[in-house]
């Protein structure tokens, strides 16, 4: 077969090759090297035709799936045409592997047609120097509009907000308003509520589209606006921006500086984002494995990983000493190296639980005084039942496997110990970290795991050497 008919496989092999997804919602192998052959035949009209249709979600899918030279061909290949929107859906090694290699001129040019958000999202993973230029680039409006929401903390409201939105003032009737919305070319593309404020731009109240609808065009805004004003700061953290959203089941929420002034807006859309973004950062920082992409080199993932090894290195390095403490009574009763990683097993597990909870209830703010009590002692009774139930189990296996019921006894014990201790420190270390200004996320596995296993062997091997007289 020809080069030619290879490329032309959309049009002689049936529409099959034009259908984005297979039935398992991942893109189409067909579709996929259908693309390829336009990129590697430099065919920039057959390239635009076949990603035109896709939403930005999609493009940044597509880059995904793309190696590293065949990215840059397609972004190269689109040029103007290029949606920069579909590298906020990429990861950020990708992100900034593509960005690198762009000029900033043309960097500038995509930023520019881009939302405020978005375009913040872009610019403030690059290098100080490469971010002032691009941002020279822009028309004076825009530029000040993102070195604005730059200046606002990483991570906060401030820097996630949309720097678009319909601010009236309460003077005005309905039909005022409407027909501003239906005159005025400059609005943003999507909203869903009206922003009353006073000239200093102070909010005094909000006015859903849907009432803007129902009433006289004679009625006056500031009989119609909702006064029960709900706003973020534009310094507070986008997690706790996200609470506000989950609480007040909004839809979009306005955005105000240190003085009041409406600055932005955040919308449902932007919360979605970072509802997923924290429960990413939280699950990683929770298995050690930091900031990492599955798009990220060996050598990357190498460097995210090796210092909580390294932790946890240390950390069985102590559980050592303790299980080195006890030699000479492992000596005498060989059973006990074959039994002992049961009661660490089982206690690491259980704290394992209980962490997770806890780490789960501070990241949501639902442990108050009360609350934090009742936890607490609910986790160390569950800790007891659980110890005095799983007990009992390896207490009977022991005994019959080895024939000695001293042996289930000690185990059982032991068992019961440790339970009871994972219960405990599973909610007591992270409340710990959370108090001392510190992600409970970040270090909770290794402190429980390794309490846990210190006081598993020493507490079975403790019991035993007095039990049978080892010591």
Known sequence: MSEESDLDLGHDAGMETNV?????????????ERLRAFLEANRVDDVVSVVEPLHTADIGDVLEQLDPEERLRFVRLLGDRFDFSALTEVDESIRLE?????????????VAEMDNDDAVYLLEDLEQQDRDEILSALPTFERLSLKRSLDFPEDSAGRRMQTDFIAIPPFWTVGQTIDYLRQEAD??????????????????????LDRILRVQRSAKVDEIMNTSLVLVDANEDQE?????????????????????????????????DVIQEEADEDIKLLAGVGDEDVSDTT??????????????????????FVIGFFN?????????AVLMPIVASMGGN????????????????ELDGGRLKRLIRREMVVGMVNGVIFAILIGIVTALRYGNVGLGVVIGMAMVINMIVAGTFGILIPITLDRLKADPAIASAVFVTTITDIVGFFAFLGIAGLWFGLF
């Open 98 to 110: 593509i960005m690198d290699a762009l000029p900033n001129a043309a960097i500038a040019r995509g």
């Open 299 to 320: 050598l990357d993932t190498v460097r995210s990983r090796v210092p909580w090894l390294v932790i946890n290195l240390v950390a069985a390095v102590l559980v050592s």
């Open 240 to 272: 706790e921006a996200a609470r506000t959203f989950e609480r007040y089941d909004l839809v979009e929420v306005g955005v105000v500086d240190e003085s009041g002034r409406l600055v932005g807006v955040l919308t449902i859309d932007d919360i979605v």
């Open 20 to 32: 984005f997804r297979d039935p398992e919602g991942r893109i189409s192998a067909l579709w996929l």
């Open 328 to 336: 000479g009574t492992i000596e005498q009763m060989v059973a006990l």
């Open 187 to 208: 609005l943003p593309d999507e909203f869903y509520q009206i922003y009353v404020v006073d000239a200093a731009y102070k909010v005094q109240g909000t006015v859903p």
């Open 350 to 365: 259980a704290g394992a639980q209980t962490m997770t909870v806890t780490v789960r209830a501070l990241a949501m703010r």
